[in-house]
């Protein structure tokens, strides 16, 4: 039928809930092409998608990176070392449409630049300006975050006001950068899970997890998994919660009835965590098959990113979230108002707190009921199909009437 281009950003939580929806719009016909970093080469192809490798960036023009507000002025730059060699190539391409992420301030351009219609990815969770700036906690600390990304902010600018003199755009606002609504928005968290899903209006559809089975093989020790209480930690392929929560896990839940598997962020070195207890497993990020580990799991404890909740929640799994950015804390806040699990700050995570919250889930029921209430909503929201019916509407018959 027709073909689509589809730009992500580099991170496994943003490439992997995307892989259920290339797949099934190649089985509907399509030619997708995909833009991403060369590490995610293998898989993308493994669904039938063609791969194209981003143009490389000069990591020495980088802006500064000085807290979560960073990533505008980072995607900003980005949009304006990778442009000229993307529209060149999607010109080639020819694309009947262009899939984003919500973060691809790229991809947004490219189309707009190009005149092709668009489609947001949202992997986490989605925001406007008004769900941006209501958010009370974040109207707090907003001012100090922007004081202190300072430098990062003049770099913003100053990309932002060379874009629109090279391609002749309108400005490009602040929230833009890292929401690039389209016309059609599809979110893979379904309307529970979403903070503020009644702020929302008819571009979105929260759709629910569209992620693939991955046929990833790993060498983990599955028949370890004996114990009543299974315990996993993991903050994904990114953050890095630290060396003192690291700590306090292994003295809050060492040599306890529970089985304890801990996945270290890509910076930890697993030295500096000394003995290591009997009940744990410690695994490197992306070393552990995690839908299976989670199949067993009684609690989770996690950063609060939209990957993690859908795939805790679609086990019936309770949670704490700990997060690390604004993104991760809403979503945590949500998992605690929907009584599927407890947010604690990361500051808050002592040996002590650790125990008495993972002890206060395990004595209530209502959390892994409530966390399973989720993932029927999750399963209730459309998936895949609901996804590609979505886009199909949108360019095959909005945009050819």
Known sequence: MGRVVFFNVSAAGHVIPTLG???ELIHRGEEVIYYEAPN?????ESFGAKFRSYPPLNPETAPPAENEMSLVPSLTWCAHQMLPELLESVRAEKPDYIIHDSLCLWGRLVAQILNIPAVNSIATAAFTPQTFYECPWLRKKLPGFLKQAAA?????????R???GIYGIPPIKFVDTFTNIEPLNLCYLPPELQPYSDKFDERFHFVGPCNPVR?????????QLQKDKLILISFGNIHDPGVEFYRSCLQAFGNTDAQVVMILSPAMD???LGDIPDNFIIRPTGTVPQLKILERASLFIMHGAGGGAREAV??????IAVPQTYEQEIISRRIQEQGAGIMMMLEDVTVENLQQTAQQIFDDSSFGVN???LGDACRAAGGVERAVNEIWRYVYEKNSN
């Not at 995610?40 to 993308?44: K, L, S, V």
């Not at 046929?215 to 599955?222: A, I, L, V």
């Open 314 to 319: 679609w086990y019936a799994v309770p949670m």
């Open 152 to 160: 990062g902010m003049k770099h913003y600018r100053q990309y932002q």
């Open 215 to 223: 046929g990833m093989e790993y060498d983990f020790p599955m028949e």
């Open 162 to 164: 060379e874009l629109r």
């Open 40 to 44: 995610f080469q293998a898989e993308i």
């Open 371 to 373: 966390s399973g209430l």
């Open 270 to 272: 697993v030295t500096l």
């Open 21 to 23: 929806l290339v797949k």
